[in-house]
C-alpha cells in the first residue's frame, strides 16, 4: 500500500519522471553496464531513455547506416503475433476534469498461407481486445475506457503479414504540478 492518497501520488507521478528516475529504475537489470544493449526503440520524445542509459554508462550497439538497407527477418525469426501500443497524445479539457488519453494498437500476424486469410487472425486478436475492454471498460485500475472504441483492417495486400488497428480513449486522472502560491 502506498502510504499517500491517490491524488497525491498523481502528482508525484506528473512531476517525478526525470532522467534520474530512470537511470535509478534501469540500474536494477542484470548486466546493464556489463554488456553491450541493442536498443530496439526508445522513443519518448525527450530522449530520456537515452540520457539514462547513457548516466548508467551502459554501452549501446551502434544503429545501422542509414544508407545501408536494414536486414531481411527470416519467416521463423519473426516476433509475431504483436501488438505496438502508442500514445499520440491527450486532453486536459479543464482543470478540474480528467485527461482524455488517445490510445493507438496496432496488430500484425504473420501467415505464410497462400488462402490470404491471416486477416482473420488479426480480427480474432482485435475482437479479444474489444472484449476484455468492453467487459472490463477499467485499465490499470485507474483509467476509464471511453466509447466509442474503433477498429480498422488494412486495405493494401501485404501477404504474408496481416494488421489491424484500433483506436480508444481513457479517461485519466488529471495530474497537477504542486507549486506553492506566492
Known amino acids: 500500500m502506498f ?5 497525491q501520488a498523481y502528482k508525484m507521478l506528473g512531476n517525478g519522471w526525470t532522467v534520474d528516475v530512470i537511470a535509478h529504475i534501469l540500474h536494477y537489470a542484470p548486466g546493464i553496464t556489463k554488456e553491450s544493449l541493442e536498443v530496439l526503440s526508445m522513443y519518448d520524445g525527450m530522449s530520456c531513455g537515452h540520457l539514462a542509459l547513457d548516466k548508467l554508462g551502459a554501452h549501446m550497439e551502434e544503429d545501422q547506416a542509414k544508407d545501408q538497407p536494414p536486414e531481411e527477418t527470416e519467416p521463423e525469426d519473426v516476433p509475431e503475433p504483436y501488438v505496438i501500443v502508442r500514445i499520440p497524445g491527450g486532453e486536459l479539457p479543464d482543470q478540474d476534469t480528467r485527461q482524455q488519453v488517445e490510445i493507438v494498437l496496432v496488430v500484425c500476424v504473420y501467415d505464410p498461407d497462400p488462402g490470404r486469410q491471416g486477416f482473420r487472425d488479426a480480427l480474432h486478436i482485435v475482437n479479444t481486445i474489444l472484449t476484455h475492454y468492453g467487459t472490463n471498460g477499467i485499465v490499470g485500475r485507474r483509467y476509464e ?6 477498429w480498422v483492417t488494412q486495405e493494401e495486400d501485404t501477404h504474408p ?13 488529471a495530474i497537477f504540478k504542486e507549486v506553492p502560491e506566492t
Open 3 to 7: 502510504p499517500v492518497s491517490d491524488t
Open 161 to 173: 503479414y496481416y494488421f489491424a488497428g484500433m483506436a480508444l480513449k481513457l479517461a485519466a486522472p
Open 145 to 150: 475506457v471511453q466509447y466509442p472504441i474503433k
